[in-house]
C-alpha cells in the first residue's frame, strides 16, 4: 500500500447523499479479475448517458479538479465491493470528505490508502459551499495531526491509531496477520470447534 | 457479568487485542465467490503466501453467471474468464468448489444455511455484504472487501474494531399478509438507510420467534440496508430443527452437544444494548419502496412522503426523479412491466411456495415479464419435486437457473432503462437492476399479486 501522510489539493464537489457503492462502480464492471484500470468506470452512470456521450455531471465538469473528494453523508453505503475504493483511488482520488461514512467502504478505503475523513454536516456544507464558491479552493488534509483545513477553517477528524500507523508506513494488515500465526494456531487448539 | 448473544459469540473468537482497541477476530467459515475472490488470490501468490486453513473456505459461482443453458460454456467472454478464473483458483489452492451443475451450487448465501456451513456460534465471512443473512442462526457474519478475503485467506482472521450492539425487538402477532420482508423493509424505513451504521443488531421479541428460519434469513440478510454491518437471531428449537441432518451439520453424539452449546447463545436477561428499539408487530403491513435507497419503504397503501426525516431536499428530489414519482403520491394503481423473484433475500423455497401458491390457476398480466430464479440447485430440485414449477410456467413466470441474476444486474438479467420492476431482492439503487432500472423492493406476495394484477394493489383486497 502506498503512504499517505499529508494531502493538499483543489477539491470535487458531489453533494449527493447516501451514494452507494453501485454509483461509484456498477456491478457490470466487476468483471475484472485484477484490481487497476476500474478509474475508467467510476460513477459511470452518472458520467455518460448509453451511448457514452458525457451526461452533466461534476467529474465532466473541467471547473473542478484535484485528488479529494467532497460527498454528502452516508458516502459509500451498500455493496461491500472493494472496487469502489479502487475506482476512486484509480481515477486520482486520495481523501474522500463526507459527514457519515458507512462501515464496509472505510474500511475498504483505509486498507487501499484512500482516506475517508469524516467532518460534521455543518463543516461539510461549508466546505461544499467554498469548492462552489471558488473551485480553486485548497484544501489541506495532514494525517498525522488529524486535521483538515480550508480558507483558514480547521476541523480535526477520527481515524483509529492502528490504522493511522499503517497509513503513514505504508503497512498492510495482512502483513501484521501473517506474522502472528503461530498466536492463531495456539487459539484454535483452545477454541470452541464446532 | 451480562453478556448479549453478540458478545458471547465475539468474545469466544477473540485471538487477541492489539492498539487501537482492535480485536484480531478468528474466523470459523470463509464463503467465497467469482466476484471479490480473484485480487486476493493473486495478492497471495504476488506475496508467496498460502491458504492458512482451506478447509474453512467454500467457494461457489453466483453473481456473474446466467441464469439459463448453465451446462453451456458462458456466452459473455468477461464472466467466463471470471468465474474459470474462480475454478482455476479454487483446483490451484484445494478449495471446495461447487461449480455450475454441481447439486451445492447457489448463491452463497443459500447454500451456506442449506448445506449445514452456517451453524450458530459461529464467525463467517464473504466478500459480500448480505454475508449478514447467516446471522439468523445466531452467527455473526458480515461482508469484508477483498483485501480482506486476502486477509483470511492468509491467516484465518481479520483485524476488528467491535461494533456497538443495538436490539430490535418486535412483538405482537402479525397482520395479514405481512412476512418477514415487509418487517425488515418497515424497520429500514423507521430507521434510515444509515440508520444501524456502526452496530451489530440482534432481533428478538415474540414475532421474530414465530418466523420460520427462512423468513429469519430474509431479516438478517437486510441488515446491511440500514449499515448495519450484521444482524443475528438468538437460536432456538426452529434453528435446531432446521440444522438437523444437513449435508455438513454436527451428526448423532457431536449434534446433541452442539445443541448444548448453542442453547447458551443468547441475551443474558440484564445484558444491556448501546441502543434499542421496539416495534409492535401490529403497525406493520405489507410494504413497498419508492426511492433509490431501501430506506424509502411506505406501507403499500400509503403515499409517498413530502421530505424524509434528516435527507436534503436536493437529495431527496433526485431519487423522486429518478423514480418518476412525486411527493405525497400513492402507488397503488401505477402499472408494473417487469417483476423479479429471487436474490440472496428471497429467493428459498418457502418463498417459491408463497408464489406458487398465489398463482396457481392464474396468468401473470400480458405486459409483464415475470421472472423467477432459485437461490440454489436445491431449491430448485425442491421446487420440481413439489410441482411448483410447472405452476409457475402455467402462470407464464420464466422459471430460470439459479444465481444473483437481476438483483444486481451483472450478467444478462437485466432490466430495461425506465421500466418499473416489483423485485424481492434488496437494493432499489439507481441502475441496480440495470441503467436506467426502476427497482421497487417487496415481499414474494407482493411480487406474486402484482405480476398478476399488472400494477399496484392493496394486497389484502386479494388474501383469503
Redesign the interface.
Known amino acids: 500500500m502506498e503512504k499517505v501522510v499529508k494531502v493538499i489539493s483543489s477539491a470535487v464537489p458531489l453533494a449527493n447523499e447516501d451514494i452507494d457503492t453501485d454509483q461509484i462502480i456498477p456491478a457490470r464492471f466487476l468483471k475484472a479479475t485484477s484490481r487497476e484500470g476500474f478509474g475508467d468506470n467510476l460513477f459511470r452512470d452518472w458520467r455518460y448517458n448509453n451511448d457514452n456521450s458525457k451526461k452533466d455531471f461534476v467529474l465532466n465538469d473541467s471547473t473542478y479538479a484535484g485528488s479529494i473528494l467532497v460527498a454528502g453523508k452516508n458516502f459509500g453505503c451498500g455493496s461491500s465491493r472493494e472496487h469502489a475504493a479502487w475506482a476512486l483511488y484509480d481515477y486520482g482520488f486520495r481523501v474522500v470528505v463526507s459527514s457519515f461514512f458507512a462501515d464496509i467502504f472505510k474500511g475498504n478505503a483505509l486498507n487501499n490508502g484512500l482516506l475517508p475523513v469524516q467532518v460534521s454536516e455543518e463543516y461539510l456544507q461549508g466546505l461544499l459551499a467554498a469548492v462552489k464558491a471558488d473551485p480553486s479552493t485548497e484544501v489541506q488534509v495532514d494525517l498525522e495531526s488529524q486535521e483538515i483545513e480550508f480558507n483558514g477553517k480547521k476541523a480535526t477528524f477520527e481515524v483509529n491509531p492502528y490504522k493511522k500507523v499503517c497509513l503513514i508506513n505504508g503497512y498492510d494488515d495482512i502483513d501484521y496477520l501473517v506474522s502472528i500465526k503461530e498466536e492463531i494456531t495456539a487459539f484454535e487448539a483452545s477454541a470452541i470447534t464446532i | 457479568m451480562a453478556k448479549t448473544l453478540f458478545d458471547k459469540v465475539w468474545d ?2 477473540v ?2 487485542q ?5 480485536d ?1 477476530l ?1 474466523i470459523d467459515r470463509h464463503l467465497i465467490h467469482e ?2 475472490s ?2 486476493a488470490f ?2 497471495l501468490e504476488a ?1 508467496g ?1 498460502e491458504l ?1 486453513r482451506r478447509d474453512k473456505i467454500v467457494a461457489t459461482p453466483d ?2 453467471i446466467p441464469t439459463e443453458n448453465q451446462h453451456l460454456p458462458i456466452k ?1 467472454a ?2 467466463r ?2 468465474v474459470d ?1 474462480l475454478l482455476e483458483n479454487c483446483a490451484k489452492h484445494k478449495v471446495e468448489l461447487y461449480g455450475l451443475g454441481h447439486p451445492f451450487q447457489g448463491i452463497v448465501h443459500v447454500i451456506g444455511p442449506e448445506l449445514g456451513i452456517t ?1 450458530p ?2 464467525t463467517m465471512v464473504c ?3 448480505h454475508t449478514s443473512t447467516h446471522g439468523a442462526f445466531g452467527a455473526i457474519a458480515f ?6 478475503v ?2 483470511v485467506m ?6 476488528q ?1 467491535r ?1 456497538k450492539t443495538m436490539r430490535i425487538t418486535v412483538d405482537g402477532e402479525l397482520n395479514k399478509g405481512v412476512s418477514a420482508k415487509d418487517i425488515i423493509l418497515y424497520i429500514i424505513s423507521q430507521l434510515t ?2 440508520g444501524g ?2 452496530y451489530f443488531v440482534e432481533y428478538a421479541g415474540s414475532a421474530i420467534k414465530s418466523l420460520s428460519m427462512e423468513a429469519r434469513m430474509t431479516i438478517c440478510n437486510m441488515s ?1 440496508e440500514m ?1 448495519a ?1 450484521g444482524g443475528m437471531i438468538a437460536p432456538d428449537q426452529t434453528t435446531f430443527d432446521y440444522i438437523k441432518g444437513r449435508e455438513f451439520a ?1 451428526k448423532g453424539e457431536a449434534f446433541e ?2 445443541v448444548a ?2 442453547e447458551t447463545l443468547h441475551t443474558d436477561a440484564d445484558a444491556t444494548f448501546d441502543l434499542e428499539y421496539n416495534f409492535p408487530a401490529a403497525d406493520i403491513e405489507p410494504m413497498i419502496t419508492y426511492g ?2 431501501p430506506g424509502m419503504g411506505i406501507k403499500i397503501k400509503g403515499t409517498i412522503p413530502e421530505t424524509l426525516g434528516l ?2 431536499q ?2 431527496y428530489h ?1 431519487a423522486l426523479n429518478y423514480m418518476g414519482f412525486k411527493p405525497g403520491e400513492s402507488l397503488l394503481g401505477k402499472e408494473i412491466s417487469h417483476v423479479f423473484i429471487g436474490s440472496c433475500t428471497n429467493s428459498r423455497i418457502e418463498d417459491l411456495r408463497v408464489v406458487a401458491n398465489y398463482v396457481k390457476g392464474k396468468q401473470r398480466a400480458a405486459h409483464v415479464q415475470a421472472m423467477i430464479v432459485p437461490g440454489s440447485k436445491q431449491v430448485e430440485k425442491q421446487a420440481i419435486a413439489e410441482g411448483l414449477d410447472l405452476i409457475l410456467k402455467e402462470a407464464g413466470f420464466e422459471l430460470r437457473e439459479p444465481g444473483c441474476s437481476a438483483c ?3 450478467n444478462e438479467d437485466k432490466v430495461p ?1 425506465g421500466a418499473y420492476c416489483v423485485s424481492t431482492s434488496n ?1 432499489n ?4 437492476q440495470g ?2 432500472a426502476r427497482t421497487l423492493l417487496a415481499s414474494p406476495l407482493v411480487a406474486a399479486i402484482t405480476a398478476v394484477q399488472g400494477k399496484i394493489v392493496d394486497i389484502t383486497e386479494f388474501l383469503n
Open positions: 469466544a473468537h485471538v487477541k492489539i492498539e487501537g482497541g482492535i484480531v478468528y466476484v471479490t480473484p485480487q493473486a495478492e506475496r503466501l492458512f453473481h456473474n459473455d468477461l464472466s474468464l471470471q478464473k451453524l456460534g459461529r466478500g459480500d455484504s461482508g469484508i472487501g477483498t483485501s480482506q486476502a486477509q492468509a491467516s484465518q482472521c481479520l483485524l474494531s461494533p438507510a444509515a451504521t456502526g446491511i449499515g454491518r454436527p452437544k452442539a452449546y448453542w433509490t435507497n435527507a436534503s436536493d437529495s433526485k444486481l444486474g451483472m432503462a437494493r439503487f439507481e441502475g441496480r441503467p436506467g
